[in-house]
């Protein structure tokens, strides 16, 4: 799904949640080449003009999450949570902590070893970066969310200094995992349900009544 749709379908179910005509949601997507700045970020870590990023098939979009500079593509999952935490827990630290621990217990079924960096965010293997999160919450409502390198293609990150930080990135591929991002995403999915005390069930609904109204 192109960067933008999926924004524009986050922005409808948020509004929605907030209304309480939609109960919460978790968004599993792939996307084309995409470059996309947080709203703390800092342009110089874009080490590319437009230009070069076009010929390179790479758009770029600012964003309201937090974080700085990162790049999503294909072989990536990338997930947005539509929660509303008063119904989970109205601490954002945590929010983020469990998002983390539900990667990291992802990871650890395809037996990788991955964790935290103190002060940082994000998933890590060792030094290597293998997930990426950054978040926006509005009275309580998430959007935005995480991006796990399945089968991605590190080459791209060339383009950026991922996150603001000069430490390399990995994949679960590069890491000698090979699995479809399907299959990722069932069992991340699991996770996340569990971590979140929450119900899984997976639908197309929010999606098609998104499309029927656009």
Request: with cysteine.
């Amino acid at each position: 799904m192109p960067y933008a749709e999926a924004l524009a379908l986050q922005q409808d179910l948020v509004a929605r949640r907030k209304q309480g005509l939609a109960t919460d949601q978790l968004l599993l997507v792939e996307h084309p080449h995409v470059i996309t700045l947080g709203r703390n970020g800092h342009m110089e870590n874009v080490l590319a003009g437009e230009d070069v990023l076009g010929r390179a098939g790479i758009s770029f979009y600012p964003t309201d999450r937090g974080g700085d500079v990162t790049y999503h593509g294909p072989g990536q999952l990338v997930g947005y949570p539509i929660l509303d935490l008063r119904e989970w827990k109205r601490d954002v630290a945590a929010y983020v902590r469990a998002i983390e621990q539900a990667i990291i217990d992802t990871l650890a079924d395809y037996g990788i070893a991955a964790g935290r960096i103190p002060k940082l965010t994000g998933v890590w293997v060792g030094e290597r970066k293998i997930a990426a999160i950054g978040v926006h919450i509005s009275r309580w409502v998430t959007s935005h969310g995480f991006a796990l390198n399945v089968a991605t293609d590190l080459s791209y990150f060339q383009y950026i200094v991922p996150c603001g930080l000069t430490k390399p990135v990995t994949s679960m591929e590069a890491l000698g995992v090979r699995a479809g991002l399907e299959d990722v995403g069932r069992t991340l999915a699991g996770h996340f349900g569990r971590i979140f005390d929450c119900e899984i069930t997976r639908e197309a609904s929010a999606l098609a009544a998104y499309e029927s109204e656009t």
